[in-house]
């Protein structure tokens, strides 16, 4: 995901401790980020003043990507435990879209590709029964083998499922006693 800004500007890394603000809501915007290592939640506060969290970024994914064309930024990022982030300067990525056709239909294809992953996400969340909608993600995620690479913790994938932890570990394992899915090293795999 980072090649088309890596063509734009060179990224400076920046480290982030466990609980470290990437940046705040109502920030001005001045760069863009993607993940280089570790986890990156985007947060809201609600009314209550709990965080409500927006998505969980991991290596490579952007950071908040559609500030890229706003002023402040809406939420927060928080490193969700020690975490680098590459950060690219906002204005010359603008200035090259700007000028470069080309470039700006990848972004756009990019941009697009993200919006039907999201989609198809909600969708998957609308199924009732955890299992119908773990077996209808792992597809959604699975590549040609139907091997799932789990790169996060299996909270944080409860967590995009939209169920509770315990719900998912229950699910996962029925799943598993059934024969549908096995699990490796690293991984996931579908039978």
Known sequence: MESWLR????????????GEHLFRQGDAVTHLFIVRRGRVRLERSSEDGNPVVLQLALEPEMVAEASLFSDRYHCAAVAAGPAAVLRFARAPVLETLARDPGMCREVLAL??????????????????SAQDRILAWLRLE????????????????????????????????????RGHIAREAGALRMI
């Open 111 to 128: 941009y697009a590709r993200r919006i039907q992953r999201l989609r198809a996400l909600l969708e998957v969340r609308n199924i009732r």
């Open 142 to 177: 699975a590549d040609e083998n139907g091997r799932i690479p789990v790169r996060s913790s299996l909270k944080d994938m409860a967590w995009q499922l939209g169920l509770a932890h315990e719900t998912f570990y229950r699910a996962l394992r029925e799943l598993e006693s």
């Open 7 to 18: 063509r734009i500007a060179s990224p400076e890394q920046v480290e982030l401790a466990r």
